[in-house]
């Protein structure tokens, strides 16, 4: 499986909080980050709980275009789809060491805050 095809898998996975393939796919020390306050994860299992609480969202996930990818790494941007169709477009970075992921970093664009306006 190529590393685009594993951040695929760990896209949908997560997406639609299917506990089993994401532990399957993260390492037991994954580093997460994701879009709101509050959600970092150091330690799989503490992720994988995050999952099954967000599985009520019945989001699915898919890349807008192919993702930049090299060895151990794919970024790119995703987008989230929520059962009444309304989207949600995501920057997402996920690194793997070997066929675990170890690494990833989901993130929401927005305006920029003037410092001083």
Known sequence: MSVVEQATEAL??????DIERARALCAENVVLFGTDVGESWTVRETFLAALDDMRAL????????????????VAGEAESRFPDGRTLPVRVTLIFAGRRLVHGHYSVASEVIEANP
């Open 12 to 17: 949908d996975a997560f997406a639609r909080s």
């Open 58 to 73: 019945g989001l699915s996930a898919h890349w807008r275009e192919s993702p930049a990818a090299a060895d151990d790494w």
